[in-house]
């Protein structure tokens, strides 16, 4: 089915540990981008992407990495995850960055 | 300090009220998007406003983008139960940049 998928959609891991959240679109929409969401906060970037192998730092991009070695794809890494990256992150893709993203449905990560 | 301000954060009123929710800022946008978000879900897009003044309807929703392009408004004629959600106005400061989203409005419409 076309869309944006993000998987898992529910992660426990432990402090330290290494966490690789997986986003794929299927519209081959050029700009993608990576969010978390926290109460309080709102939505915060964490790091976008506006074609393969192009990929920018957003407002919280601390650690944090991100690829994108096809168009489709963009995962998100935490490389030693910590308990404050407990969050829900969100994908998202746009067609040229403007006129509206498309979400993904979001990974409920929990860092213990 | 939010660069988006939404209010008020939560909002619970009966089925077949009207609302509005409002988005303000101190920075003027290009453009300014709203979206509905429910529990589980991502962010889904209901509209985009770029002119100053605009005024754009979806069903009994009712958006509207201030003259000077720094506050935004969504009114809800009648409110239904479907309405319930988070509701988060999203601002790019100029044209192809990111967009900067609000916390958020909290409705609950309940029957």
């Known amino acids: 089915d076309a869309g944006i998928t993000q998987s898992p959609r529910y992660k426990i891991t432990e402090t330290g540990r290494q966490v690789t959240l997986m986003c794929h679109q299927t519209?081959?929409?050029?700009?993608m981008f990576w969010y978390r969401q926290d109460l309080g906060h709102g939505l915060r970037l964490i790091y976008y992407?506006?074609?393969?192998?192009?990929?920018d730092k957003g407002e919280v991009p601390d650690g944090y990495v991100v690829s994108r070695s096809k168009t489709e794809n963009f995962p998100l890494t935490l490389e030693s995850a910590t308990r404050s990256q407990t969050s829900v992150y969100f994908c998202?893709?746009?067609?040229?960055?403007?006129?509206?993203?498309?979400f993904g449905s979001g990974t409920r990560l929990t860092v213990v | 300090t939010q660069l988006l301000e939404q209010s008020p954060q939560f909002l619970s009123i009966q089925e077949g009220e009207n609302l509005t929710v409002y988005c303000n800022s101190s920075?003027?946008?290009?453009?300014l998007q709203w979206y509905r978000q429910e529990p589980g879900e991502g962010p889904v897009l209901l509209v985009t406003?770029?002119?100053?003044?605009e005024v754009k309807k979806l069903k009994r929703l009712t958006f509207q983008f201030g003259d000077a392009r720094k506050d935004s408004s969504l009114h809800i004629t009648a409110a239904q139960t479907g309405d319930t959600g988070l509701y988060l106005c999203?601002?790019?400061?100029?044209?192809?940049?990111?967009?900067?989203f609000g916390e958020g409005t909290q409705l609950t419409v309940n029957p």
């Open positions: 998202a893709s746009s067609h040229q960055g403007i006129y509206g993203y498309t």
């Open positions: 519209w081959s929409h050029s700009y």
């Open positions: 992407s506006a074609a393969a192998d192009i990929t």
């Open positions: 920075s003027v946008f290009s453009s």
């Open positions: 406003v770029v002119t100053g003044g």
């Open positions: 999203a601002g790019e400061r100029t044209s192809g940049s990111r967009l900067t």
